[in-house]
């Protein structure tokens, strides 16, 4: 079945520590967005590519960033955790980035920062 | 721009009860309004997603959402609610020069015995 992966499940950290969440996608879409989720909020949008192109929200933290080497993976790297990024961090796709794509979201990932 | 406005952060309903969330949108142009379920520590699945062809849509596992363009709703019921529905539920809307989604805060239903 065409899915979006991510790995891993489960990624505890130390406090300043670099770490990178990974995803795959076997969907061939051309968007792919990672968003970050707290306890009991909304999913927020942190940036997507768009092919190659990356988009960056606005109130995202430059600690964040993100790379696509290619159009099945998409790499988050979070440069120094603080205990305030412990989330959950999903992972998306989308066909065409055009108005009505529906999203489809990876089983995400749980990042502890101790 | 676009906005979704979820009324009650946690419903709780009987098993075998009726299944009404509740969702209200904003948005300045016609609307694509989504449904998502989100079960704990996995990711989001679609339920259910409106693009104009219907103003009743019908989803997974039982759900469906009415499209109701003078009360800027789109509720999501379900006839008799299962012990597996329980979970975290989102609405979402894209519209405008925007495919990206803006979600509201979610409304946790919990399904008791």
């Known amino acids: 079945d065409a899915m979006v992966i991510q790995n891993p499940r489960y990624q505890v950290t130390q406090f300043g520590k670099p770490v990178t969440l990974s995803c795959s996608q076997t969907?061939?879409?051309?968007?792919m967005y990672w968003y970050q989720q707290k306890s009991s909020q909304a999913p927020k949008l942190l940036f997507h590519?768009?092919?190659?192109?990356?988009?960056n929200e606005a109130d995202t933290p430059d600690n964040f960033q993100s790379r696509r080497p290619n159009t099945s993976f998409c790499f988050l790297d979070i440069r120094s955790p603080g205990l305030g990024d412990a989330a959950m961090y999903l992972c998306?796709?989308?066909?065409?980035?055009?108005?009505?794509?529906?999203?489809?979201f990876g089983p995400g990932t749980r990042l502890t920062v101790l | 721009a676009q906005s979704v406005t979820q009324l009650g952060s946690h419903v709780s309903v009987s098993e075998g009860a009726l299944v009404l969330l509740r969702c209200n949108y904003s948005s300045s142009v016609p609307p694509y309004l989504f449904w998502y379920v989100q079960y704990p520590n996995q990711g989001l699945q679609l339920l259910l997603k409106?693009?104009?062809?219907?103003?009743l849509v019908k989803g997974i596992n039982g759900f469906e959402a009415e499209f109701k363009k003078s009360e800027t709703s789109f509720h999501l019921t379900k006839p008799s609610a299962h012990m597996s529905d329980a979970a975290e539920y989102f609405c979402?809307?894209?519209?405008?020069?925007?495919?990206?989604?803006?979600f509201g805060k979610g409304t946790l239903l919990t399904v008791n015995p």
């Open positions: 979402a809307v894209s519209g405008g020069s925007n495919y990206k989604l803006t």
């Open positions: 409106y693009t104009s062809a219907a103003t």
């Open positions: 998306a796709t989308s066909s065409k980035g055009q108005l009505g794509d529906t999203q489809y």
């Open positions: 969907l061939n879409h051309n968007v």
């Open positions: 590519y768009y092919d190659k192109d990356f988009n």
